[in-house]
């Protein structure tokens, strides 16, 4: 469905895009993962033809975008970053305009703008003007008006960024509804963002793509094939740590930390396997202390990028961003 | 076809902000003074003949204040403020070309304009109570109040697809609309020769009073499209440059 191959982008002094290649197959949600600044909105900016490449191509559907860039268009709903929208216009008022802006035909306008209403939970607001709603409607009104037309096609550029945690889970559901249909690209720098709704993850840090794969796998691979534990017990005999020790699966137990009133918290390294946690149960019962607490951490993009890209010259991945932005 | 729906909202993006309604009073303002001016100078005995209209729009700087104060005003939020909030994005993301984007923008600037020159037409009603107007003239009055404009407008256009700062992009356009007419105002004090004739081709005063006689000459006119034609061209390939930019 979307082809890139061998894109490259560079701005007056920094490469933002380094001969980058990818495939998104019809109907795959592809996440597209990395800190600010490691070339995300640009690539998405080429892909929906709002930038030009340096070099490289990028085939929608079989069409270039940069010799056909109309017909590209026409198919691909776009949520840029930050949501630009007309503050001054009101909800349906601007989804009917960009209806007609992207050629549905007039006998069709009113239904896509309705559905696109509905699906994005806007129809209490649709008479409001777009500039006094929050910034959850507002990411909402963008989304809507990349909905506006069914296109086969969904680009969305951090699509949950400054949404509150309720809003975020509907957003999310939302994409995972509509990626049943669609081919979907959506960028992030939330991991488990792009956990709960992407079939296949690209990781790029400074323009390049430095992993991929389906969200297990990398997970897995991110940290070695290896899951952690916080372990939380009560243990006035002093036996829970050799017990955890003990526990088949477990590779290392650290950290302990002394929470007062026999209470001691140990971060668990384990084999990545759900019976770990069933086998520290028992241990628990067979050792005769209590467990307190039992909860696998959950990787954040940080730990990721510990791990992936352990580099000194981590501010010059700020210097390109500020290009970025000012060649906008 | 959807460069309308562009249109359209370009033109109602006037009248979202107040800047719509403060051009229209003050060209309204403006307009009448001048015209109040105009019709008490004539009516005094000892006046030169003279037709009130023609004096309007070629007798007088007045014509020339509002036209060029008026054009960039209205050009100078029409690209640099898509620019400013991001909204160029999502408008040349969609499936519209960025030359059907600068002609929608241009031609609500100019039905824009238009509507600011709408009031002035209860001159030539008023008068043609008390006297025999011809209209002729003052039809020819209104064509180069329109090609005027529309020179001014595009370079405003060009001016704004610059610059992200509506006030730059006003400052600039106010600036060239200047040079352009004074240019032709060279004619005047220019010692003859070849440059007198080509000053002269330019010279917008000289423009509006055969406009304002009746006159309607096609190489006025075919000035006038070259510089919006010219101006447009570029335009585009500004817009287009951010592309390109790196």
């Keep these: 469905m979307i082809k890139v191959e061998h894109l490259t982008k560079r701005f007056a002094a920094t490469t933002a895009v380094d001969d980058i290649s990818f495939d998104v197959q019809p109907n795959e949600v592809l996440g597209f ?35 056909r860039p109309e017909a590209v268009k026409r198919f691909i709903g776009y949520l840029p ?50 500039g006094q709603l929050s910034k959850g409607y507002r990411q909402r009104v963008g989304l809507a008006d990349a909905l506006v037309g069914n296109p086969r096609i969904l680009i969305l550029d951090e699509p949950t960024i400054g949404l509150d945690p309720n809003q975020i889970r509907q957003i999310r559901e939302l994409i ?100 770990v946690r069933e086998r520290i149960f028992d241990a628990a019962v067979t050792g005769g202390f209590k467990l307190l607490g039992l909860s696998s951490k959950t990787l954040s993009l940080e730990d990721v990028f510990v791990e992936i890209t352990t580099r000194d010259d981590y501010d010059e991945v700020d210097g390109s961003r500020e290009d970025e932005e000012e060649a906008q | 076809m959807n460069i309308f729906a562009q249109m359209r909202r370009e033109f109602a993006a006037f009248f979202y902000s107040p800047i719509a309604y403060v051009l229209i009073a003050a060209a309204t303002v403006l307009n009448g003074i001048v015209f109040l001016l105009v019709v008490d100078f004539l009516s005094d005995p000892r006046a ?30 029409m690209l640099s403020e898509e620019k400013s909030s991001g909204t160029l994005e999502t408008l040349l993301t969609a499936p519209i070309s960025d030359l059907q984007v600068v002609l929608a923008k241009y031609a609500a600037a100019v039905a824009f304009y ?44 060009f001016f704004s697809s610059l610059t992200k700062n509506q006030i730059i992009s006003a400052l600039l356009s106010f600036a060239a609309v200047v040079v352009l007419f004074m240019l032709g105002i060279f004619e005047f004090i220019s010692a003859g020769g070849s440059s007198d004739s080509m000053l002269g081709y330019m010279n917008l005063w000289t423009h509006m009073e055969d406009f304002g006689r009746g006159i309607v000459d096609t190489r006025h006119l075919v000035y006038y499209g070259s510089v919006v034609a010219f101006a447009l061209f570029c335009t585009v390939q500004a817009v287009q440059a951010r592309r390109w930019r790196g």
Aim: proline share 5%; net charge positive; hydrophobic share 40%.
């Design chain 1, 33 to 67: 993962l990395g800190p600010n600044g490691a070339g995300k909105s640009t690539t998405l900016k080429i892909i929906t033809g709002f930038f030009s490449a340096t070099s490289g191509k990028v085939e929608v559907d079989g069409q270039d975008v940069f010799r």
């Design chain 1, 81 to 130: 970053e930050n949501v630009p929208l007309y503050p001054e216009m009101r909800v349906h008022e601007y989804l009917g305009y960009r209806a007609a802006l992207k050629r549905v035909p007039r006998s069709k306008r009113k239904k896509t703008v309705e559905q696109s209403i509905e699906r994005c939970r806007l129809f209490d607001v649709r008479k409001r003007i777009i």
């Design chain 2, 114 to 157: 238009i509507v600011l020159w709408v009031p002035t037409a209860a001159y030539p009603i008023t008068l043609s109570f008390y006297s025999k107007i011809d209209m002729g003239p003052v039809l020819a009055g209104y064509l180069g109040t329109l090609g005027v404009g529309m020179m001014f407008l595009a370079l405003g256009m």
């Design chain 2, 48 to 77: 030169p003949h003279g037709a009130a209209m023609q004096m309007f729009f070629g007798g007088t700087i007045f014509f020339w204040i509002v036209a060029m104060m008026v054009t960039p005003l209205i050009t100078m939020r």
């Design chain 1, 176 to 275: 995972k509804e509509l990626g049943q249909e669609r081919t979907i690209i959506l960028s992030s720098h939330i991991l488990p963002e792009v956990e709960a709704v992407c079939s296949r993850v690209l990781i790029i840090n400074e323009g390049k793509i430095v992993g991929q794969g389906r969200p297990e796998e990398l997970r897995a691979g991110i940290v070695g094939g290896s899951a952690s534990v916080t372990v939380e017990v009560r243990d006035p005999g002093g036996t829970a740590r050799a017990a955890l020790q003990g526990v088949a699966g477990v590779r290392s137990v650290e950290d302990p930390e002394d929470r007062g009133d026999g209470l001691i918290r140990f971060a668990v390294t384990a084999d990545p396997d759900i019976g």
